[in-house]
Every structure is written in C-alpha cells, then in structure tokens.
C-alpha cells in the first residue's frame, strides 16, 4: 500500500524528501544556535541552505560525542560505533544521493551539489573520534584535531560560498581563500575552547589548549592564546574582503560575532573563565550583526 501524501501534489517523492530533509536541518540551526542562524539568515537563498545541511551534520556528530547519546546511556564504546556508522551513512550517501537519515540526506545532496568529499568528511569525523579517546593535548594532536574538527567545516562552508562562480573559477578561488577559511575556523574553534575552559574541564574532563590547566588558568595564559586567536583572525580577515558578495555580510557578522566574544573573554578576569562561560548577549548580538553587515556591504 502506497502512503498517503497529502502535501506532496504535484511534486516528485525525491523532491518532497529532499524539502523535509532540509526542513529538518532548519529546525536543528534554530534550536542549537542563535548565533549561527542570525548568521545563516543573510546568506543568498541557495546558499543559506547548504550551509545549514553543513551545520546540521556537524552537529549530529557532535551529540554523538558529547550530548544526546550520553544522556541515553551510551557509553565510550557505543558512542564510537553510533560515529562509525554514522560517517559510512555520510559517505553512502554522498556517493547515491540518498539517506534514510533526513539529516544525512540534508548535507549529501549538498555536498553532491557543491563538491564537498571525503577529503573534507574523514578528517572531521576522525578528530569527533579524538574526542572518545584524547583528555589532553600536545601541540601536534591539537593541530590535527582543530584541522579536523574546524579548519575542514570552514573549506566546506567555503566550497557553497563559491558554489555560484563559474566553474573555472571556483577552483582558483578555493586555493587562494582557502587558507583564509582554515583560519577563521581555527581562530572559531580557539574562542569555543577558551570560552568553555569550565565545562570542558569540569563535565568533560579535557583540556584542548595545551598547557592550561581549566582549573587555574592565568592571566599570562589567556593574553597568549587570545593572541594566537588574533593571529588567525588577521588571516581571515584578509579572505573575507575577497569573498563573493552574496556570502560575505553573512560571514562579517559570524566574523563580528566571534570577535566580539574574543573582546569579552579579553576583559574577563582569568579566574573567572574557570568557574562560568562567557557569553554574548542578544541585544549586543543583533548590534554587532548590524555593523557587521554595514561594514560587509562596503
């Protein structure tokens, strides 16, 4: 017996799951980042959407790892079958087109799109890996894991952000901004960890910034890796003026965002970062997101 589908008149059933897959990767944007989706809503139509299925797997993983599958009982071991299974959905499904997961099915049929591969999903899945088995960092995994768990999620959001050039620039374009695209995820990720030194030493019982005890960090300590941040964030800025135009008022406000972040964490007490998670508020969100997109316009 064939279902009954009342709002799918006069379309095919492919198209009809291809709109509730990415319906789904909406709802999930708008219930776990203010943030990104203030960011996401001025992205070119096209555009806005692939990014959201990019988001929307990156964050499946991460709940694999960290969140919802936790609080269900899954222990190490289960977590990291429920990841291997779920990247071989992902790369099933990059290579037909088609996922029973409507998450899965969001971010394929965007990376089919776009030209997302496994040179960028492996990487990302290995470092949400790192997160089962690695409690302290050293220089060089911390590097292979911020490549992976960041740096790869900035050259995906770059591939949809070039989607639109003609062919024979895209190619050209994603070698030189590249670099910048790393950068800014790198410098994304950086804030995330010092932002979060007390949840991630406390709950999570990891340290990623190498050297840091999250328990007492200094003031010595967070000047130096707030410079580290800047000196990814003076990188990326430099890719963001060459940006298409569609995409670049979308990224200036994440730029803006993040930045403002890094200047609270700045004028934030080193003690302080130990005990509580620094935020930025909504009405100082839109303000920010306003000037950026002013300063994106030019």
Known sequence: MRPVVPDGEGATRLSLYDDTAQRAADVLVRRYSTSFGLATRLLPGAQRTHVRDVYALVRLA???????????????????????ELEARTEA?????????????????????????????????????????????DEESLATYIYGSAEVVGLMC????????????RETMYRELGPGAQALGAAFQKINFLRDLAEDGAVLGRRYLVGIDPRAVTEEQKKAALADIDEDLAVARTALTAL???????????????????????????????????????????????????????
């Open 93 to 137: 499904a990059m290579a037909t087109g088609y996922s029973t997961d409507v998450l899965v099915h969001a971010f394929a049929r965007t990376a089919r799109e776009v030209g997302i591969t496994t040179d960028l999903t492996r990487p990302f899945f290995a470092s949400m890996r790192t997160d089962l088995d690695t409690t302290v960092h």
């Open 244 to 298: 298409p135009a569609g995409p670049r008022r979308a990224v200036a406000v994440a730029f803006g965002l993040f930045s403002e972040l890094a200047a609270r964490l700045r004028a934030t007490p080193a003690a302080e970062l130990s005990r509580s998670r620094v935020a930025v508020p909504g009405p100082v969100k839109a303000r920010v997101a306003a000037t950026a997109v002013l300063r994106g316009s030019r």
């Open 158 to 169: 770059l591939r949809v952000f070039l989607s639109d050039l003609p062919a024979e620039w």
């Open 62 to 84: 991460d709940e694999v790892v960290d969140g919802a599958s936790a609080e269900a009982g899954a222990d190490r071991e289960r977590s990291r079958v429920l990841l291997d």
